[in-house]
């Protein structure tokens, strides 16, 4: 199976910061990882696939980067409905697989 | 718009069974694979299972393989899993997902607890 290990687990920032996750793979994937926000309660919303496309309706401010192995999500200034839970995902080859998440916190 | 209604949870005792059902509306789809999608309170996302467009593919993780079975109605316009032999760590709430071309949950139902205790 293709392990998934995201970083860091959780982070304190405050409005306006840029905000890095990072994901990498245990073998290479291509461009077949995805980038989910979750809130408490709800549930997960899509916001990049393929890597770096943004989904319809999502704000510019979220951007995604990476091929093989290695991945980034960008917030490049934190508004304060992104304080939430992210998680990326390979979609390569099944059994599809998810990153342990990123909470983002309010410092 | 995009719509998918998650039921079927409850609460049901170790070594049980449970069916939970995913109806979906507002797109067509008979051209859609589906995933259904679990989390642990407090926990993680984990694929469960996901199904091609006809019925005729499927997968599962590991942990699921032999006690779920995914399957779909295209006429009804529903997703189903079949759940035996649950274990308490099958306790969590379960989401269905609209697959894209890349394999990415595009649409997500609300979820549906499972919860297995005695």
């Known amino acids: 199976d293709i392990q998934m290990t995201q970083s860091p687990s959780s982070l304190s920032a405050s409005v306006g910061d840029r905000v890095t996750i990072t994901c990498r793979a245990s073998q290479s994937i291509s461009i077949y990882l995805n980038w989910y926000q979750q809130k408490p309660g709800k549930a997960p919303k899509l916001l990049i696939y393929?890597?770096?496309t943004l989904e319809s309706g999502v704000p510019s401010r979220f951007s995604g980067s990476g091929s093989g192995t290695d991945f980034t999500l960008t917030i490049s200034s934190l508004q304060p409905e992104d304080f939430a839970s992210y998680y990326c995902?390979?979609?390569?080859?099944?059994?599809?697989?998810f990153g342990g998440g990123t909470k983002v916190e309010i410092k | 718009e995009v719509h998918l209604v998650e039921s079927g949870g409850g609460l049901v005792q170790p070594g049980g069974s449970l069916r939970l059902s995913c109806a979906a509306s507002?797109?067509?789809?008979?051209?859609?694979?589906m995933h259904w999608v679990r989390q642990a309170p407090g926990k993680g996302l984990v694929w469960v299972s996901r199904i091609d467009s006809d019925g005729s593919s499927t997968s599962y993780a590991d942990s699921v393989k032999g006690r779920f079975l995914i399957s779909r109605d295209n006429a009804k316009n529903t997703l189903y899993v079949l759940m035996n032999s649950l274990r308490d760590e099958d306790t969590a709430v379960y989401y269905c997902?609209?697959?894209?071309?890349?394999?990415?949950?595009?649409?997500w139902g609300q979820g549906t607890l499972v919860t297995v205790s005695s």
């Open positions: 507002g797109f067509t789809f008979s051209n859609y694979w």
């Open positions: 393929a890597a770096s």
């Open positions: 997902a609209r697959g894209g071309y890349h394999g990415q949950g595009d649409h």
């Open positions: 995902q390979q979609t390569y080859r099944t059994p599809l697989t």
